[in-house]
């Protein structure tokens, strides 16, 4: 008796369909002069995949299935129809070029399977990576630790490699979100490549993987910071955003040549980080009611002072936001802009055509209240920052020096008559970040007898005493899952500041030292950074070791 196989039957069937279907390929390949290709045999980039959306790719026919820099291999179903041309049009306006293939429907069906694989952030429109609220909300809850970050990147990269790294670019900078990192580092070594965060002003290494991915993520930032694949022994900078829950978070990318590839910093400019009010910045009581009242005046400058990354930014925000209101108007002059203030008006400038001073030339005819100039560096931003503040204007603004001190003879360097100085600056502020405690793991500790001497020396020149000031413990670091075993959760102001007052006028007439400017501020009574540092150890704020990183103790 013969026994009929139905199941081997109805795939023999499928087969010879199929196979009509792709020679049916073949033959309208011929007719359209489009080259037949069968994608089963082809591995298709996920990557490709995302530059058209799911629907539209269905509308038109078509699926992109490989690209390199600008070149895009394109499967489609109907070369001449006007929802094709349509969609090729539009990627050709983009500046793609294009590389069409004729292919079956079943070709096509299996390309569009892959946008399941697409992972949940999709480019939406130039420079904008998409991220759902709902899967960054399912991702931030994951993320606790380092750990856990290491944990999502390590698990992605032995996937589909097509698939993984923009899944690995996507938990990067999720991770330096939910961490509340500032920069991602991505640099390239002989062997392999460094991942790293910067974590409170710290960088932390988070792991290391191979070359090849290393390539592949390259390329992938190079395209969505709109930078030259080709370009590889030049410093390139770039920009792309992120959508989370709705708020748009910009990236700048900076890309410079090294000995192994190029190195790659991503900064991160998360709104939130900038929301800082006054009270919180970690400002001492007495210079904060002093300032409080400084930046309510009418006209005149004040100045902040300090490296890079010591949170003049921030400061200089916070005061605007303490002083503005619908009655006043507030320009910013910003190199760049690198955060959004509702209500203020915001520039940025041009260094080939739009320099500080000329911003702040333009700013002045708009009739401002305030005026804030991201930086005074040179003597032409000087002079017209100083006559704004003369005529009317209270102007904020930043200077590079060590300390609120050097703030006076830099001005002097730039060729400001001091004269003009001591009846223009109403106050001068340095300062400095320092990494806060994590409190669920701080220890308290005795000092060692060099650590007494030290603090009590301190301790015993703050002119204005501290009430309940205690001096006979501190605390360290000890790292817990809380803090991603850092020791250390946020960040703190350390401040110090001079007051323009007769005695410092007398004194500037005099091209004085810092040293001697120092010895002359050191009568108003406001503590330096050396002791709001050690004040902030013993109250239990941070540690003598971190107050070491930042400023010179000469324990």
């Known amino acids: 008796m013969i026994s009929f196989d139905e199941d081997k039957a109805n795939k023999k069937v499928d087969d010879l369909l199929k196979k009509e279907e792709e020679d049916l390929a073949v033959i309208l390949s011929q007719k359209y002069g489009v080259e037949y290709l069968d994608l089963s045999r082809i591995s298709i980039e996920t990557d490709a995949l995302r530059l058209l959306p799911e629907d539209q790719a269905r509308l038109a026919k078509v699926a992109i299935f490989e690209i390199t820099n600008k070149k895009l291999k394109i499967a489609s179903l109907s070369p001449e129809s006007d929802s094709t041309k349509s969609a090729l049009d539009d990627l050709k306006r983009k500046g793609y070029e294009i590389e069409l293939y004729m292919v079956s429907k079943a070709s096509l069906e299996r390309a569009w399977a892959r946008y399941k694989e697409i992972s949940f952030a999709s480019e939406t429109k130039a420079g904008v990576l998409d991220i759902s609220n709902e899967e960054i909300e399912s991702f931030l809850s994951k993320v606790h630790t380092l750990e856990d970050v290491v944990k999502l990147i390590e698990g992605v990269l032995n996937q589909n490699k097509s698939y993984r790294i923009s899944r690995i670019l996507e938990i990067v900078i999720s991770g330096a979100l939910a961490l509340?990192?500032?920069?991602?580092?991505?640099?390239?070594?002989?062997?392999?490549?460094?991942?790293?965060?910067?974590?409170?002003?710290?960088?932390?290494?988070?792991?290391?993987?191979?070359?090849?991915?290393?390539?592949?993520?390259?390329?992938?930032?190079?395209?969505?910071?709109?930078?030259?694949?080709?370009?590889?022994?030049?410093?390139?900078?770039?920009?792309?955003?992120?959508?989370?829950?709705?708020?748009?978070i910009e990236i700048r990318t900076s890309l410079l040549p090294g000995a192994y590839s190029e190195s790659v910093v991503m900064r991160i400019l998360n709104p939130k980080s900038i929301q800082v009010p006054m009270e919180e910045l970690g400002i001492p009581e007495k210079l904060f009611n002093i300032l409080d009242h400084e930046i309510k005046k009418p006209n005149g400058m004040l100045l902040t002072t300090g490296p890079t990354g010591s949170g003049k930014t921030t400061t200089l925000y916070a005061f605007l936001r303490r002083i503005h209101n619908p009655e006043i108007k507030v320009i910013t002059i910003e190199d760049p802009i690198e955060y959004h203030l509702k209500g203020i008006v915001q520039t940025q400038v041009d260094h080939k055509q739009y320099t500080f001073a000329g911003g702040l030339r333009s700013a002045l005819r708009q009739d401002p209240d305030v005026i804030m100039v991201g930086e005074i560096r040179d003597a032409e931003t000087a002079e017209i920052a100083i006559q704004s503040a003369n005529t009317g204007h209270f102007v904020l603004s930043t200077l590079h020096t060590n300390s609120a001190a050097g703030a006076f003879p830099r001005l002097i360097d730039l060729d400001v008559n001091p004269k003009i100085i001591s009846s223009t600056v109403n106050m001068v502020l340095a300062q400095r970040l320092l990494r806060k405690l994590c409190k669920n793991c701080a220890k308290e500790i005795t000092p060692t007898p060099e650590q007494k001497k030290f603090i009590d020396s301190i301790v015993d020149g703050i002119t204005d005493k501290l009430k309940d000031l205690q001096t006979e413990k501190i605390w360290e670091a000890v790292g817990c899952e809380k803090c991603s075993g850092l020791g250390y959760k946020g960040r703190i102001g350390i401040y110090e500041a001079i007051k323009m007052d007769e005695q410092i006028d007398k004194i500037i007439n005099q091209n004085p030292s810092e040293a001697e400017i120092e010895k002359i501020a050191k009568t108003q009574g406001i503590m330096n950074l050396k002791e709001d540092g050690v004040v902030k150890v013993l109250q239990g704020v941070t540690t003598l070791d971190e107050l070491a990183r930042v400023v010179d103790l000469e324990i």
């Open 180 to 248: 509340g990192a500032s920069d991602v580092h991505v640099e390239p070594e002989e062997t392999d490549t460094r991942l790293r965060y910067r974590l409170d002003g710290v960088l932390t290494d988070i792991l290391r993987f191979d070359k090849e991915t290393f390539q592949l993520l390259l390329s992938r930032i190079k395209l969505l910071s709109r930078l030259k694949l080709n370009v590889k022994n030049l410093p390139q900078d770039g920009r792309f955003s992120i959508k989370v829950s709705g708020e748009e």
